[in-house]
């Protein structure tokens, strides 16, 4: 049974990057895309991006200038940074993996979200 | 990008009731659809994937079904448990998108 744990900080000042990290513990990290997906009161949930274990990454565009998510193999852990944060960044971070079924590829394990709030 | 509209934005039901949440996309996504689950404080959960299929250890009250851009989301007959916030999600295009959710609520 995998699980996603994540972590990182809390709460930000406007301009600062944000930092998230997610381990995966009890599965392999090949195989599969890990992915970032935000989530408010206002717009929903958001897609971040992902990546794969080779650094095949894919990112919305409307974040990408200010996005970059990388891997670690060597610990299973992928981590989201977040640059030039402002109130609007202030969600519910969650880390996912993202799984082939079939001719699909869907968020099938989840890390416990992160409350990330920016303000002065 | 391709936006998801999900209908009813809240719906009112009884245990024992049969549920109908609809997701209709803005262009289509064949069977590229998927469906999940949250409950408060909780991440949400995968129910359906490829439009119809259930995820592992869904049970057998949910069904998907719709292709292109009408889908749609049935509970049978609703357990408690069931009463909880349903979002769609594409990836027929990126970026990956979600719809705004279905609220189920207990009547």
């Known amino acids: 049974q995998v ?3 994540q972590w990182g900080a809390g709460l930000l000042k406007p301009s600062e990057t944000l930092s998230l990290t997610c381990t995966v513990y009890g599965g392999s990290f090949s195989g599969y895309y890990w992915s970032w997906i935000r989530q408010t009161p206002g717009k929903g949930l ?37 640059t030039s944060v402002t109130a609007a960044d202030t969600a519910v971070y969650y880390c996912a993996r993202v799984t082939l079924f079939g001719s699909t590829w869907n968020f099938d394990s989840w890390g416990q979200g992160a409350l990330v709030t920016v303000s002065t | 990008e391709i936006v998801l509209t999900q209908s009813p934005a809240t719906l009112s039901l009884s ?12 262009q289509s996504v064949t069977t590229y659809l998927a469906w999940y689950q949250q409950k408060p404080g909780q991440a949400p959960r995968l129910l359906i994937y490829g439009a119809f299929n259930r995820a592992t250890g869904i049970p057998a009250r949910f069904g998907g079904s719709g292709s292109g851009t009408d889908f749609t989301l049935t509970i049978s007959s609703l357990e408690p448990e069931d009463f909880a916030v ?3 999600q594409q990836r027929y295009k990126w970026p990956i998108t979600f719809g705004q959710g279905t609220r189920l609520e207990i009547k």
Do not use: M
């Open chain 2, 15 to 26: 245990p024992g009731e049969g549920a109908t949440l609809s997701c209709r996309a803005s």
């Open chain 2, 86 to 88: 349903y979002y769609c």
């Open chain 1, 46 to 82: 958001e897609w971040i991006g992902e990546i794969n274990h080779s650094k095949s990454t894919n990112y919305n565009p409307s974040l990408k200038t200010r996005v970059t998510i990388s891997v670690d193999t060597s610990k299973n852990q992928f981590s989201l940074t977040l």
């Open chain 1, 3 to 5: 699980q996603l744990q």
